[in-house]
């Protein structure tokens, strides 16, 4: 019987291993699959459905089904990868969820659909039998497991052990210390590319977390980045996981911020800290007292103890019963240091203004040719490697017979470029003074080229201009010289301002005079009866007032709203409420944070139940960041709330203030 029984279990898991082979084998073409991991369940066991979509491109949008006879229970998890099987390539996508079946019977879980390069495309509606809970339900079940158990053995062989090792850290085994778990599978680090630079000099700084985990992360804090100027590199949206090994361990990695920094000053300068909130659900696996496995004693021989002593085929073969336990875990980046060296002062050149990289310049003139009615333009574009967004005006010496304005400037930054790469425009109007023959100097530009520690200068030619006079010529200077000046003869008749006298009951004043009174006693009556009206009508007027500020500070967001831009709404929505809170609490934006904003509020005696509602705005907001669904009627839900909290807590906090 020993035997017998070893080599039922070496048969599964050689199935389970050839049906994960074989499923990457298939994936050479665009699918679209839902499976679970058992079409038979007992009432109330949970079991797990999975959608996956191979090889599909630009997949922007994602649908369940309704699980209207099920009870979700965990999900979804996301994973996608890469995987290489005998030379060829396959790409993948993978939702699963955790669901319970809530009554007996026969239930068709319908198809999930997704938007794959603009179509929408749908799997395959999956079929489930629910029996009443019983120990023989898994002898009634000879074809249970259909599909392997671990729902991403079918994803390659380069992913699917991480992720089954993945699956196993979240068991919380009984004595195990979550603190020490939780500390060991999940934590957020910050990367720099340098750690000495020159200033205004580029660094770029990726923030990451790392996990092995399944957790919902919100940011809570971003860094200040004091000292720096700041171009956030745009990620991807929903984010996109990747894989790191950190001493022999593979983690998910997800870039959270991507920044790129430019110093301002030299000196040691510091990267603030990020702060990161995860709600990690663990797994409890807790045996069924009644339930026994009549192979129990043979299964403990020694020799296959090890190899199958693990939750994942405890629970293929005994079915314990499944608990979750959600906990919070707050981390943070450790502070990062980096040397900023000022630039060198002896080699300096007069026509350096600050720019740091590599660049080119060109210097254009619309025409050579004007008269002194006309005007011409002086274009200056900078092009290169750098600190692009900061470049300064080079200096231009304009002759003195022209008039020189302000320049105009545009730029053209290539997107999400890294380094930073683009170009700034400098548009000079120059008008002529004087007709004749005129030259515009050279133009001349400065940089330092951080990679050979040299300053470099480009310059343009001399513009040859030739100016004609125009219909509107230079008015002389008036000449005060001698027999220029004439005298005025005397007058003997009254002059034009001289008054003369009048009756004060004959003029237009008294008459004013009169109606003054009248005019005093009407301002006061409407100024009563506004008076009464704010009396009576005090709470609507804090309302409304509270919405137009609420309405004002949200106008952006309203607009990403109409534009379908959902990440660019919530990210807008957030900063209006983080930015709401620091001008209203008069706490800087960069120390805000939910424990700091909570005990502000508690000390202006803002109700407990306003305090929730905001953090659940902020929390709703975070979410939506890494949530691949877009919903349009979701992000006018969000919206609304958005005015509701900021309105309801004008009110209060204008409350507080009066009653102080």
């Known amino acids: ?155 390659g062989q380069h992913n699917a052990p991480n992720r089954q090792a993945e699956d196993m850290e979240g068991v919380l085994k009984n004595g195990e210390d979550i603190n020490a778990k939780l500390k060991k599978n999940i934590f957020v ?45 745009e990620l991807p949206n929903p984010p996109q996981a990747s894989e790191e090994m950190v001493n022999g361990i593979p983690y998910r990695v997800f870039v959270i911020r991507k920044t790129m920094l430019f110093p301002m000053q030299s000196g040691t300068l510091e990267l603030d800290p990020v702060e990161v909130e995860n709600h990690v659900r663990l797994v409890k696996l807790v045996k069924n007292g009644k339930r026994r496995d009549p192979m129990a004693d ?29 906990v919070p875990y707050k981390i943070q980046t450790a502070p990062v240091k980096v040397t900023v060296k000022p630039l060198p002062i002896d080699s300096r050149p007069a026509s350096y203004n600050g720019a740091v990289g590599r660049f080119n310049m060109t210097a254009t003139v619309d025409k050579n040719s004007l008269s002194t009615d006309d005007a011409l333009t002086l274009k200056v574009t900078i092009s290169g490697q750098g600190n692009v967004n900061l470049l300064n005006a080079p200096k231009v010496d304009i002759p003195a017979s022209f008039d020189k304005y302000d320049p105009k400037v545009s730029d053209n930054i290539e997107k999400n470029s890294n380094p930073l790469s683009g170009s700034r425009t400098f548009e000079y109007v120059l008008m002529p003074v004087e007709a004749g023959e005129q030259t515009i100097p050279p133009v001349e530009f400065s940089y330092f080229d951080a990679d050979s520690k040299t300053y470099k200068t480009v310059s343009s030619k001399p513009f040859a201009i030739h100016v004609t006079a125009g219909k509107q010529t230079k008015r002389e200077k008036e000449d005060f010289s001698i027999n220029k000046n004439a005298i005025t003869n005397n007058s003997n008749g009254v002059l034009d301002w001289v008054k003369h006298n009048t009756y004060f009951i004959t003029s237009i004043w008294f008459y004013l005079l009169l109606l003054l009174p009248l005019l005093a006693l009407t301002g006061a009556w409407l100024f009563r009866r506004r008076l009464e009206y704010q009396q009576n009508n005090a709470a609507f007027l804090k309302h409304r007032y509270a919405n137009k500020v609420a309405l004002k500070r949200l106008e952006l967001a309203a607009r990403y709203l109409k534009e379908g831009k959902d990440k660019a709404f919530y990210e807008e929505t957030s900063r209006a409420v983080w930015g709401y809170l620091s001008n209203k609490l008069h706490v800087p934006f960069a120390d805000l944070s939910k424990q700091l904003i909570q005990d502000k509020l508690a000390q202006q005696q803002v109700s407990e139940q306003y305090t929730a509602e905001l953090f659940d705005l902020l929390d709703n907001c975070e979410m939506a960041l890494y949530t691949p669904n877009h919903n349009n009627s979701k992000m006018q839900g969000t919206y609304q709330q958005a005015v509701q909290v900021i309105s309801k807590l004008e009110d209060e906090l204008t409350r507080a203030k009066s009653a102080v």
Do not use: H
């Open 298 to 326: 043979i299964f403990n021989d020694p020799a296959f103890k090890d190899a199958f002593n693990d939750p994942f085929f405890d629970d293929i073969f005994n079915r314990p019963e499944v608990e979750y336990q959600d």
């Open 189 to 233: 680090k910050v990367d720099v590319d340098k750690t000495s630079l020159y200033e205004g000099e580029q660094l770029t700084a990726t923030y990451k977390l790392y996990t092995r985990l399944p957790t919902n992360a919100s940011v809570t804090k971003v860094p200040a980045f004091k000292g720096f100027s700041a171009k956030d590199i």
């Open 1 to 155: 019987m020993k035997v017998i029984t070893v080599s039922i279990r070496r048969s599964l898991l050689s199935l389970l291993f050839l049906l994960g082979i074989v499923s990457s084998l298939r994936a050479q073409e665009f699918k679209f699959t839902t499976s679970v991991s058992s079409n038979r369940v007992a009432l109330d066991e949970p079991f797990q459905i999975q959608f996956m979509l191979e090889n599909g491109t630009n997949v922007t949008q994602f649908t369940p089904p309704n699980f209207n006879d099920f009870e979700l229970l965990q999900g979804p998890n996301q994973m996608q990868g890469t995987s290489i099987v005998n030379g060829r390539r396959s790409d993948y996508i993978a939702l699963i969820y955790l669901i319970r079946p809530k009554r007996v019977g026969n239930f068709t879980i319908p198809a999930a659909a997704a938007r794959v390069n603009g179509d929408i495309v749908k799997s395959n509606p999956v079929t489930i039998e629910v029996l009443k809970g019983n120990n023989n339900a898994a002898a009634q079940q000879p074809q249970r497991q259909q599909v392997p158990a671990n729902p991403f053995a079918g994803m």
